[in-house]
C-alpha cells in the first residue's frame, strides 16, 4: 500500500522523495536530542541531591550537546527545506511540462473526451496537490515515523512497560485512519468532480462572455456557475467536517499514551520498580514524541487525497501515444481503403474509400455532420481509423512517426487559434527559428503585412489570447502566412473562407491560392464556387462518398451535389423584409 501511495504521488518518480526524508529524519533525531540531554542533567541533579556527588564533568558535557545538537538542528532543517522545497517544485514544474508535451502526443479524442476543466484541473490542481504532499506533507509523516520508531526502541529498552504504556493508543490509531481508506476515496472522487465542474464553469463562464451579456445572464443571473460553485463548496466543508472530525479522534487516541504512561510511571515509581530518573526521562522525551506522530495522523487524509490527484495525472501519463517511427514518404499523396469511424457510439465515416494524387487539389463537399471534417482529421493523423486505412505515398499513416508526418503537413482552420503572444511570434509557429526576413515574406504572401504594419508595434505588437484583439479576417491570414512559412507540401484548409465578409474573402482566398500551389490540397468548402475549379470533388453525405467528379459532370448528375449549387445560387437573390 504504501509503495503505491509513494508511486501516486510522485507520479512514478519515488527516487525524488529520498532526499527530503533523509534530511527531515536527521532534523528530527537532532530535534530529540537536547531532551535526552536535558534528562541526564536532570538524572545528575536528582545524584546530587541524594548523595551530594554530581558529575560536573558530565553536566557540562550535556550542556555542550544541547547547545551542539540546537545548532545541529537548525543546520539540517535548514538543508531539509532547501532540499524539500527545491525537489518538490522541480517535481512539480518537470511533471507539468512531462504532462503537456505527453498529451501533446495523445490521439486528439482523448483530449475531446475530457472537458478543458477537468484536463485543466489535473494540469493546475492536481500538480499543485503532489507538490504539497512532496513539500509539506510526505516528509513529515516520513521523519514523524521514523523518529517514533527510533524513540520506541529507546524507550521499550529502558522500561518496556513504560514503553508499551506510551503507545498504548497507537494502534487504535492505525486502525481509524485505515478504516477511513473507503470514506476518504469518495470524498476525493467527489471533490476532484466538483472541482472540475466548478473550473469548466469558470472557463465557460469567461469565454461566453459576450453571450452573457447580451442575454442579461451575468452576475448573479448565471445559475450555473453559482451551482457549480456552491456544490464544490458544499463538498470540501462536507469533506473536512467528517475526514477532520475522524483525524481529531485519531489523534486523540495517540495523545491518551501520554496521561497513561504518567499513570504507569507514577505506579512502579511508588512501588519501587522504576527508578526516578528513568520516570524523568519519559516524561521529557514522551512529550516530544507524540508532536510529529501527531502532525503524521493529521496530514494522513490530506496524503490520501494528493494521492487520488497522483493517481489522476498517473493514468493521463500512461495513456498510450500515437504510435509510428518510421519517416515520412517522398510522395504525397493519400490514399482511403474502407475507413470507419466515429465519436463514441456514433459512426460519422461508414466505409470511405477515395484516392487524393499528389499535386492536385480535391474539394470535400456536402451537408454538415456528413464526415467532412473527420475526414481531414484523419489524414492529419489527429486520430486513427476504427478499422480500414489511411495511407500517405502508399505507406500506412500509422507507422509513421507523427511528427514527421506532420512536418508534411499545413492545416488551415475554420476557427482560428492565436496565442498570447507578438504577430511575428504566431507566425513564426510555422518554421522553427525562422528569421524576421522570412515571416515578413510570408506575411506579405498572405495578404496581412499591410494591417500588421499599422499596429501599435508592427510585427512586435501582441496578440490578445486566442486572437481575441484581431477580427475574424486577420486571424486568417495570419494563419495562413503561418502556414506560408511552414511551406509544407501536404495542404488541408477547413473551410477557411466559410464566415468571411467578402473583402476578407477575397483577399484570404488569393492567399490561399499563392499557398496552393504546387502542393497536394485538400479543401473544405461550403461555398462551392470556391472549388468549381477543383481537379475532383467528392460529395459526403450521411457518413459516405455518394458522389465524385469535376464541377460540370456532378452538375449532369443532378444529384446531390447539384441541388446544393442550386440552393446557393438561389439564396444569393434573398432578402431580409422588415
Known sequence: MFRALFHDITCNEPKKLIRPAVWNTLASIANLMPFGCLAYIVKQIYTHIQDGTPDRGGLWLAFGLMVLFTAATYFLENIACKV????????????????????????????????????????????????????????????GFLVAVIASAV????????????????????????????????????????????????????????????????????????????????????????????????????????????????????????????????????????????????????????????????????????????????????????????????EVLKGVSAAFPSGTMTALVGPSGSGKST???????????????????????????PEKLMQNISFVFQDVYLFQDTVAGNIGYGKENATRAEIEQAAKAANCYDFIMEMPDGFDSMIGEGGCTLSGGEKQRISIARAMLKNAPVLLLDEATASLDPENEAQIQQAINRLAEGKTVIVIAHKLKTVAEADQILVFDHGRITESGKHDGLLAQNGLYARLWNIQNQSGTWKIHS
Open 375 to 401: 475526414m481531414l482529421k484523419l489524414l492529419a493523423r489527429f486520430y486513427d481509423p476504427a478499422s480500414g486505412t489511411v495511407r500517405m505515398g502508399g505507406r500506412n499513416v500509422r507507422d509513421i512517426e
Open 155 to 346: 524507550m521499550l529498552i529502558a522500561d518496556w512497560r513504560m514503553g508499551l504504556a506510551c503507545f498504548a493508543g497507537f494502534p487504535l490509531s492505525v486502525i481509524i485512519m485505515l478504516g477511513m481508506k473507503r470514506m476518504e476515496t469518495r470524498m476525493a472522487q467527489r471533490l476532484n468532480a466538483s472541482a472540475t465542474a466548478q473550473s469548466a464553469g469558470l472557463i465557460e463562464y469567461l469565454t461566453g462572455m459576450k453571450t452573457i451579456k447580451a442575454y442579461h445572464m451575468q452576475g448573479e443571473n448565471f445559475g450555473k456557475l453559482r451551482q457549480v460553485c456552491t456544490a464544490h463548496r458544499d463538498n470540501c466543508i462536507r469533506s473536512e467536517g467528517c475526514i477532520g472530525s475522524m483525524n481529531l479522534l485519531a489523534a486523540m487516541l495517540l495523545r491518551c499514551g501520554l496521561p497513561l504512561m504518567m499513570a504507569v510511571g507514577v505506579h512502579l515509581l511508588t512501588g519501587g520498580s522504576l527508578q526516578i530518573t528513568t520516570f524523568a526521562m519519559f516524561l521529557l522525551l514522551g512529550t516530544r514524541i507524540f508532536d510529529p506522530l501527531a502532525v503524521a495522523i493529521m496530514n494522513w487524509s490530506e496524503l490520501n487525497m494528493c494521492a487520488a490527484a497522483g493517481q489522476r495525472i498517473t493514468k493521463l501519463l500512461d495513456a498510450p501515444v500515437m504510435e509510428g517511427g518510421e519517416d515520412a514518404p517522398e510522395q504525397h499523396d493519400f490514399t482511403v481503403e474502407n475507413v470507419h469511424f466515429g465519436y463514441g457510439d456514433t
Open 84 to 143: 524539500t522545497y527545491h525537489d518538490g517544485f522541480f517535481a512539480s514544474a518537470e511533471g507539468r511540462i512531462r504532462l503537456a508535451e505527453h498529451i501533446r502526443k495523445l490521439p486528439l479524442g482523448i483530449l475531446t473526451g475530457k472537458s478543458s476543466g477537468e484536463i485543466g484541473n489535473t494540469m493546475m490542481n492536481d500538480f499543485s496537490r503532489t507538490e504539497t504532499a512532496m513539500t509539506h506533507i510526505l516528509p513529515q509523516i516520513i521523519s
